[in-house]
C-alpha cells in the first residue's frame, strides 16, 4: 500500500547571515534528513524537546516552508519543489491546526467568513452552499450556528480550537497536521479537543500529523510514534512497542521524566543532563552521545544509521541496536 | 471551564453603522466632526459662507485689527490684511485648496506608501532590500531642495504641488506599514490562509492589510496636518499655491511680517490649521478604536 504522505531524506536548513558581501557557509540544520511515512487514517505521532525541529518538519510536511533536499510524496505526486499555484490541490487534501489559538484566527475575520474562505478560494459551491457547509462545520465541531458572525477574541482559546479545526476540516482534507494543538489549553480543554480529534477522525477518516512535546497525550492519540532529536528521527515504533520497550536512550530519558500518578514509585532525580546542543555545530558522530550514559567511542565518531527491527521499530543507535534483543536501559528503570 | 462566550453587541446592526457609532461616542470626537464639517463647508462653497468678496482690496483699510478692540470696525470681525482684504473671508476661502491639497497629498503617498510598505513587508529578500534603499536615498535628500527643482521644471500648478507633496510623503509611509508587516506576517493565521490555498494577494488584502489597517489610519491623520504644514513651508517660499489664491500657510507666511501692527492676519490661519489637525488627529484615534474588533465590547 502506497503512503497517503511520504517524505524522503528531507531537509531544511536555514542559512546563516553572512558578513557584508559575504554569503555564509554556515547553517541552521532544523532538520536534517529525515523519512517518513503516514499512511490514510493513521496517527503519527511526533515527540522532542522544544528546538528538535518537529514544527520546521510539520510546516515542511504541509509545505508552508520549502525543504532545502530531499523529496515529499503525497499521493504518489513530488509537492517538494511546487510553486503555490501547482500546490492548490494539495491544499485541499492537507491541512494545518496550529499550536495558538490566539493567533491562528484572523482577529478582522468573523468565524463564519473564516470558515467560507477556504471553499470561495477553491470555488466550492455557490454561496448558499458555501453557507449551508460553514453551518455544518460549526455543528461538526460543537460550536453553535449563532456563533458565525462573531470575531475570536469573543471566544475562549478552547472554542478558538475548535474554529481552527473547522477551517482545517472545510476543505475536507485527507491529513491534517497538528501542531501541539493542545499545548497552550487547559488540561481538562486538552481532553476535550482530543476527543473531538478521535471522533473525526473515525468520522473522516482522517489521517493525523500530530506533533506534541506531551507524551501522554501522544500516548492517547497516536498509532505510531517518531521521536526526534536536532533535526533528526532517533526512533519509530507502534506506539505500545515504543511505550513497553524504549531502545533509544533518548526515548528512554524522556519516558522516564513523565510523571507517574503514584506515590509509591520514586521518580529518578535527574534524568537528563545538559541542554539540546548548538543544531549550528552539532556533535560529531550520534548527536545524543554527549548527553548519554551508555555512550561508547564508536557513538563518537560514527552517526548511527536509522536500522528498522522486529515489528518495524526504527532505531539510530549504536547501543542498543534494532535487531539486538537485550535492550539496556540507560536510567535503569 | 466553560465554554461560555461573551455577550455580544446586537446583530442586527450593520458593521458600517456601529462603526460609525463608535467613533462619534465621545463629546471631543463629536466636536472634531463639527471642526471638520464647517472646514469641508467651507472647501465646498466659500461664496455661501464667506461675509464678503476675499480678493476685494481696500488700502484704506489695512491692517485693521479684530472687531472687539479700540480701532476695530464691526463688520470685519477678526480685521484685515495688509492690503486691506477681509481675513474672515480669506480663511474661509483658504480651506479649499489648504484642505484639497493636503489630503489629496496623503492619498498620493498613501497609496504608493502602503503598496511599497506591503511589497517590502511581505517579499522581504530582494524587494525590500531594494525598496528599503529608495527609502532612505529619498530621505537623506533634502525635501525643500528636491521640491524647489521639480516645481522650477515642471511649473507651480496645484497639480505639480499634489504630486510633489505626495512624493515626499510616501517614504515614511512605507516604512510606517512595512514595519506592521513584519509583525503581523509572522502571525498563525497568514500560515492557515496559506494552507487554505490563499493567493498571495489575498494574503495581503484580506488578512495582514486589515491588521494593519489601525495604524495606517492613525498615522494618516497625522500626515494631513503634516502636509498642511508642509504646504505652509512652500507658500511661505512662493513655491506653493501662488497669490492672490488663499491658502492657510500662504496667509501666515505673508501675515508674519505685519504681526506688529495686525497680529489676527498671521495667527487667525494658525489657529485654523490647528482647529484642523487637532479635529484629524481625535478622529484618526477614535476610528481606530472603533475599527478594532477587541474594544468593541468595552465601548
Known amino acids: 500500500m502506497t503512503p497517503l504522505l511520504e517524505a524522503i531524506e528531507i531537509a531544511r536548513h536555514f542559512p546563516l547571515a553572512g558578513k557584508l558581501f559575504r554569503r555564509s557557509t554556515r547553517a541552521v540544520k532544523a532538520v536534517d534528513g529525515v523519512s517518513i511515512a503516514l499512511h490514510a487514517g493513521e496517527t503519527l505521532g511526533l515527540v522532542g524537546e522544544s528546538g528538535c525541529g518537529k514544527s520546521t518538519l510539520g510546516r515542511l510536511l504541509a509545505r508552508l516552508d520549502e525543504p532545502t533536499g530531499g523529496t515529499i510524496r503525497f499521493e504518489g505526486q513530488d509537492i517538494a519543489g511546487l510553486d503555490e499555484a501547482a500546490l492548490k490541490p494539495f491544499r485541499r487534501r492537507t491541512q494545518i491546526v496550529f499550536q495558538n489559538p490566539y493567533s491562528s484566527l484572523n482577529p478582522r475575520q468573523t468565524i463564519g467568513d473564516t470558515l467560507i474562505e477556504p471553499l470561495l478560494i477553491h470555488g466550492i459551491g455557490d454561496a448558499a452552499s458555501r453557507l449551508q457547509r460553514a453551518h455544518d462545520l460549526l455543528d461538526i465541531v460543537g460550536l453553535r450556528r449563532e456563533h458565525f458572525g462573531r470575531y475570536p477574541h469573543q471566544f475562549s482559546g478552547g472554542q478558538r480550537q475548535r474554529i481552527g479545526i473547522a477551517r482545517a476540516l472545510a476543505l475536507e482534507p485527507a491529513l491534517i497536521i497538528c501542531d501541539e494543538p493542545v499545548s497552550a489549553l487547559d488540561v481538562s480543554i486538552q481532553s476535550q479537543i482530543l476527543n473531538l480529534l478521535d471522533d473525526l477522525q473515525k468520522r473522516f477518516g482522517l489521517a493525523y500529523l500530530f506533533i506534541s512535546h506531551d507524551l501522554r497525550v501522544i500516548e492517547h492519540i497516536a498509532d505510531r510514534v517518531a521521536v526526534m532529536y536536532l533535526g533528526r528521527i532517533v526512533e519509530e515504533a507502534p506506539v505500545a512497542d515504543i511505550y513497553a520497550r524504549p531502545r533509544h536512550p533518548y526515548t528512554q530519558a524522556l519516558l522516564a521524566a513523565v510523571p507517574v500518578p503514584d506515590p509509591a514509585r520514586r521518580q529518578p532525580e535527574v534524568v537528563l543532563e545538559g541542554n539540546v546542543p548548538n543544531p549550528i555545530d552539532p556533535p560529531s558522530g550520534c548527536h545524543f552521545h554527549p548527553r548519554c550514559p551508555l555512550a561508547e567511542a564508536r557513538c563518537r565518531s560514527e552517526m548511527p544509521p536509522l536500522v528498522t527491527g522486529a515489528g518495524g521499530h526504527k532505531v539510530r543507535c549504536w547501543v542498543n541496536q534494532a535487531e539486538d534483543p537485550v535492550v539496556r536501559n540507560a536510567w535503569q528503570i | ?299
Open chain 2, 1 to 299: 471551564m466553560s465554554d461560555a462566550t461573551v455577550p455580544v453587541q446586537d446583530a442586527t446592526e450593520s458593521r458600517t453603522r456601529h462603526v460609525l457609532r463608535t467613533t462619534f461616542a465621545s463629546w471631543p470626537a463629536k466636536l472634531s466632526l463639527v471642526v471638520l464639517t464647517l472646514a469641508l463647508a467651507c472647501a465646498i462653497a466659500p461664496s455661501l459662507i464667506a461675509p464678503r468678496d476675499a480678493f476685494l482690496q481696500d488700502l484704506s483699510l489695512r491692517l485693521l485689527p479684530p472687531a472687539w478692540e479700540p480701532r476695530g470696525q464691526a463688520l470685519y470681525w477678526l480685521g484685515t490684511d495688509q492690503l486691506g482684504r477681509d481675513t474672515v473671508a480669506r480663511i474661509i476661502h483658504g480651506a479649499r485648496i489648504t484642505l484639497l491639497v493636503s489630503v489629496l497629498a496623503v492619498v498620493v503617498s498613501a497609496v504608493i506608501g502602503i503598496a511599497a510598505g506591503l511589497a517590502a513587508g511581505f517579499y522581504r529578500g530582494l524587494t525590500d532590500a531594494i525598496i528599503l534603499r529608495l527609502i532612505d536615498m529619498q530621505l537623506a535628500f533634502p525635501l525643500i531642495l528636491l521640491v524647489i527643482a521639480v516645481v522650477a521644471v515642471v511649473g507651480p500648478s496645484l497639480t505639480n504641488l499634489v504630486i510633489v507633496m505626495g512624493l515626499s510623503g510616501w517614504p515614511r509611509f512605507a516604512r510606517i506599514v512595512r514595519g506592521s508587516v513584519l509583525t503581523v506576517r509572522h502571525l498563525e493565521f497568514v500560515d492557515a490562509a496559506r494552507a487554505i490555498g490563499a493567493s498571495q494577494f489575498r494574503m495581503m488584502a484580506h488578512h495582514i492589510l486589515p491588521n494593519i489597517m489601525s495604524a495606517i489610519i492613525v498615522y494618516a491623520s497625522f500626515e494631513v496636518a503634516r502636509m498642511i504644514l508642509l504646504e505652509a513651508t512652500l507658500s511661505f517660499l512662493g513655491l506653493g499655491v501662488q497669490p492672490p489664491t488663499p491658502t492657510w500657510g500662504g496667509m501666515i507666511s505673508e501675515g508674519r511680517r505685519y504681526v506688529n501692527q495686525s497680529w489676527t492676519v498671521a495667527i487667525a490661519p494658525g489657529i485654523a490649521i490647528a482647529a484642523v489637525i487637532l479635529a484629524f488627529n481625535i478622529l484618526g484615534d477614535a476610528l481606530r478604536d472603533a475599527l478594532d474588533p477587541q474594544l468593541e465590547d468595552r465601548t
